[in-house]
């Protein structure tokens, strides 16, 4: 069965760093964009940065721009979310999501943030920043 799963949420300090990653069972990331989203409660889910796993362009929102580094991993067909100096405004559950075969604008995915039958998505993890 084809699925990603994040890993790594947690609750974590003001200005502390935290990692998450996605990882990809049952099909390789080969050839698709992975992005990561998150969600504030009441709110709408937004992208927050996305990568093409073939050559490694990213996209990145601009209120993670500077702070949040998306990175992969081709033998463990991974991708990571790297998240530092982490504020309370932060706090959300982060998904990530697979779009592919042959998808290569990693901006393309994350804005506007929508969903096909042919995704995969993730059931997401809490990442919660405070003191």
């Known amino acids: 069965q084809a699925q990603v799963v994040e890993s790594g949420g947690g609750l974590v300090q003001p200005g502390r760093s935290l990692t998450v990653s996605c990882a990809a069972s049952?099909?390789?990331?080969?050839?698709?964009?992975i992005g990561w989203f998150r969600q504030f409660p009441g709110k709408d889910r937004e992208g927050v940065a996305c990568i093409n796993f073939n050559d490694g362009r990213t996209y990145y929102a601009d209120s993670v721009k500077g702070r949040f580094t998306i990175s992969r991993d081709n033998a463990k067909n991974t991708v990571f979310l790297q998240m530092n100096n982490l504020q309370p405004e932060d706090t959300a559950v982060y998904y990530c999501?697979?779009?592919?075969?042959?998808?290569?604008?990693?901006?393309?995915?994350?804005?506007?943030?929508?969903?096909?039958?042919?995704?995969?998505w993730g059931q997401g993890t809490w990442v919660t920043v405070s003191s």
């Open positions: 999501a697979a779009r592919g075969p042959f998808i290569t604008q990693p901006q393309a995915f994350c804005v506007p943030v929508t969903r096909t039958p042919q995704d995969h």
């Open positions: 049952g099909f390789t990331l080969d050839n698709y964009v």
